[in-house]
């Protein structure tokens, strides 16, 4: 990539000498450079000042107080154990996906590719809607599992379901990329030297594509950590047993806490800050291939 | 892989229709084109359009700022284009929520000439383009990075003015990536509800929106409501899919 100001201008300059190519040089780049800027500051970085602004103008003080209360510390309890279960299976089911998909064409291919990206098309409000309707009280299983007293909905396990559901897709679609791109020459390479199937996987494809791999995990847990609508619709947002921390930002926001909202918006913040920079990272090893829309 | 498939995602699917189906065709007619469902679609495709356009222009913009100059910060702004990605809907709506209240630090100026953003449906676009703003950005991105410069000096060097090389030149192989990236962008803000329900005041027939409409429905456990709207937002959703396919086969002419 050419990264320099200059447009071509010199070469209207030979058409037209009396065109002053300085001028045009110059001021176009500044300006659009300017809106760019202006917008992007409007729109995302004055809100994202905004958290951190919000979370300690009052000093580290009611921070930290907020960091103490029983329900914003079970707030995080709920979002870390909904991650640790949903980002390890996505990642299985998107490494599986990717492998049956990239280098092999079947037919409904083309077909398995739209629906695994579904979750993306779908508001989180209806996907939340859906489960209800397999494991809510009026749903598919609600009686079944209503005489067996085993609670889904309104519980840890709706939410685990939502969270998986609305982040299912990052997995495979970062690593199917990076195996069209590996091709299948070093596996079938080891499979000649006689390395069994699970040898070949381990030892051959996940080194190559483990930064892809490492790129759909961080966005997985991002997405997991940060669901609000399918996880609002299947918790019932009990504080204490199914909030989430995004669910408590916007009680708290409800309840006119700002403090306690700005509070608990603040870890949030962190984590999309700490996956921009580590994606920012994982780009570098990866040569940048990795940058697509999701 | 196929078993969690349809644990996951044709067994909610299938629910969903079933449950459709259940309610008759003249009940869900009725409960679709009753005039508060009516409402919510005019709200949420009307400002998810709009919001949609404005970030594909502004998206375009950026995406060539970031191509073409070079500039201090320019690493960071083009990781931070991705902050709505990684920042959960709900921290999106509490900020700008407050930031375009009328004492926020962006609402407070636009108080005094009697324009309310926040808990209208201008600060449901703002929360709309907030979120669909990436998608545009890294569409357009990899397509102009990939665009060679020759052919833009050859119209320049055969006399082309600036306006006449962007139009005729830049913008034709870039607009079926700007399409998908608007159509990308429209379909997320039409499903939005984490920073939608937060920054508007859920007004029926003002700033009401088709998601939070199935939200009450679901908290009063009308099922049925529930299910028809989302059943309207699940069409919509697919025929965006369609032509969103549509756009790349046809956008493939200028590989």
């Known amino acids: ?294 | 892989m196929l078993g969690y498939l349809t644990l996951m995602l044709f067994m909610p699917t299938a629910a969903m229709f079933t449950k459709s189906l259940t309610i008759g065709p003249a009940e869900f007619w009725r409960i679709a084109t009753s005039p508060i469902a009516l409402s919510t679609y005019d709200v949420t495709f009307t400002t998810s359009l709009i919001a949609a356009l404005i970030d594909g222009l502004f998206g375009v913009l950026i995406a060539w700022v970031l191509v073409r100059y070079t500039f201090p910060l320019k690493r960071f702004i083009d990781a931070s284009i991705d902050l709505p990605f990684a920042l959960p809907t709900a921290v999106a709506g509490l900020t700008l929520a407050t930031v375009y209240s009328e004492n926020g630090w962006i609402g407070s100026l636009f108080a005094p000439f009697g324009i309310k953003i926040a808990f209208t449906r201008l600060g449901v676009g703002i929360a709309m383009m907030f979120i669909s703003l990436p998608f545009v950005v890294r569409t357009v991105q990899p397509v102009l990075m990939q665009m060679e410069r020759e052919t833009e000096e050859a119209a320049w060097s055969l006399g082309a003015s600036s306006w006449q090389t962007f139009w005729r030149v830049l913008l034709p192989p870039l607009f079926p990536a700007i399409l998908t990236g608007v159509a990308l962008g429209f379909s997320r803000a039409v499903g939005e509800f984490g920073s939608t329900v937060i920054i508007s005041s859920n007004t029926p027939f003002r700033d009401l929106i088709a998601p939070v409409l199935i939200f009450q429905r679901l908290e009063q456990y009308d099922y049925a409501g529930a299910t028809v709207i989302s059943m309207v937002l699940i069409m919509i959703s697919l025929v965006m899919l369609l032509v969103i396919n549509f756009i790349q086969e046809w956008g493939k002419q200028y590989d």
């Open chain 1, 1 to 294: 990539m050419t990264n320099n100001l200059v447009e071509p201008s010199w070469q209207t300059s030979e058409l037209s000498p009396q065109s002053k190519p300085h001028r045009r040089l110059n001021w176009i780049p500044i300006v659009l450079i300017g809106i760019a800027i202006l917008f992007l500051a409007l729109v995302l970085y004055i809100p994202a000042a905004n958290v951190f602004y919000q979370a300690f103008h009052n000093g580290w003080g009611p921070f930290l107080k907020n960091l103490s209360e029983p329900y914003f510390q079970d707030a995080v309890r709920v979002t870390l154990v909904l991650a640790a279960i949903a980002v390890p299976i996505n990642t299985i089911f998107g490494l599986c996906t990717a492998w049956a998909v990239a280098n092999k064409r079947f037919p409904g291919r083309t077909l398995l590719l739209s629906i695994v990206d579904l979750p993306f098309a779908i508001s989180p409000v209806v996907a939340g809607l859906m489960i209800m309707l397999v494991y809510g009280r009026q749903g598919w299983f609600g009686e079944w599992l209503i005489e067996r007293d085993i609670r889904i909905v309104f519980a840890l396990p709706a939410m685990v379901l939502a969270t998986a559901f609305v982040s299912m897709p990052f997995v495979a679609r970062e690593v199917i990329p990076v195996l069209e791109e590996e091709g299948t020459d070093q596996e079938e390479a080891a499979y000649t030297l006689g390395a069994n199937p699970w040898q070949t996987f381990w030892r051959v494809t996940v080194p190559s594509i483990r930064w892809g791999l490492l790129y759909g995990v961080l966005l997985t847990n991002a997405r997991a950590m940060g669901e609000f609508g399918a996880v609002a619709v299947v918790s019932g947002n009990i504080a204490g047993l199914t909030q989430s921390l995004p669910l408590f930002v916007e009680e708290a926001y409800k309840n006119y806490d700002t403090e306690a909202a700005y509070s608990a918006a603040v870890l949030l913040a962190l984590l999309a800050i700490v996956t921009l920079v580590l994606k920012e990272i994982l780009e570098h090893k990866t040569g940048g291939h990795t940058r697509k829309t999701h």
